[in-house]
Nanobody, 122 residues
């Protein structure tokens, strides 16, 4: 079992930055691919970014968001710059035992955090 706890969400104005953190516990963190997804009200959960042996990003966040990880701390981060109102959503951290393949579909992740709210005002 892997437990994931997100933090770092909040209310910011458009153009601002936020850094989300996801602390993992329970298993060897370095062997897991880690992903970030988001879900806005009335919409499906969508892929944002993922990192394992390589990183992958949704087109909507490329160049603005960066995923990184600190294996020693068992933590994955999502640095979000130039935030837009359309980035408003609950952001979820996810993990799966697949380091060399970086999944982009929610169904491929086995473990999920509880989510953290990000609200971007215009």
């Amino acid at each position: 079992q892997v437990q994931l706890v997100e933090s770092g969400g909040g209310l910011v104005q458009a153009g601002a930055s936020l850094r989300l953190s996801c602390a993992a516990s329970g298993r060897t963190f370095s062997g897991y691919a880690m992903g970030w997804f988001r879900q806005a009200p009335g919409k499906e959960r969508e892929f944002v970014a993922a990192g394992g042996s390589y990183s992958s990003y949704a087109d909507s966040v490329k160049g603005r968001f960066t995923i990184s990880r600190d294996n020693a701390k068992g933590t994955v981060y999502l640095q979000m710059n130039s935030l837009k109102p359309e980035d408003t959503a609950v952001y979820y951290c996810a993990a799966t035992n697949s380091y060399f393949y970086t999944p982009t579909r929610a169904s491929e992740y086995a473990y999920w955090g509880q989510g953290t709210q990000v609200t971007v005002s215009s």
